[in-house]
Nanobody
């Protein structure tokens, strides 16, 4: 069991930046791979980027590569998503997710934080 709480979303103009945070409960944060997903109104939830237990980013979505950066601080039980050069099409609810390292799917999800990018 792990509980995830996202923060840092908000309204920003195109070209601006935001940093999302995801705080996890428990003592086993380092046992989980983490990821960020997003869902825009009327669209399916999509994978944005993942990160290994040791902090290696994996599988940036093509739409965010070069603009977003994922990182984690296991001592603080927190994963981050630095979002630069934001575009209106980045507007979505952003979700943090956790996957125990021996499993192949994300099983735990945060409540989401809204990111809105104005043109």
């Amino acid at each position: 069991q792990v509980q995830l709480v996202e923060s840092g979303g908000g309204l920003v103009q195109a070209g601006g930046s935001l940093r999302l945070s995801c705080a996890a409960s428990g003592r086993t944060f380092s046992s989980y791979n983490m990821g960020w997903f997003r869902q825009a109104p009327g669209k399916e939830r999509e994978f944005v980027v993942g990160i290994s237990r040791s902090g290696t980013p994996t599988d940036y979505a093509a739409s965010v590569k070069g603009r977003f950066t994922i990182s984690r601080d296991n001592a603080k039980n927190t994963v981050y998503l630095q979002m630069n050069s934001l575009k209106p099409e980045d507007t979505a609810a952003y979700y943090c997710a956790a996957r125990y390292f021996t499993t192949g799917s994300f099983s735990y999800w945060g409540q989401g934080t809204q990111v809105t990018v104005s043109s």
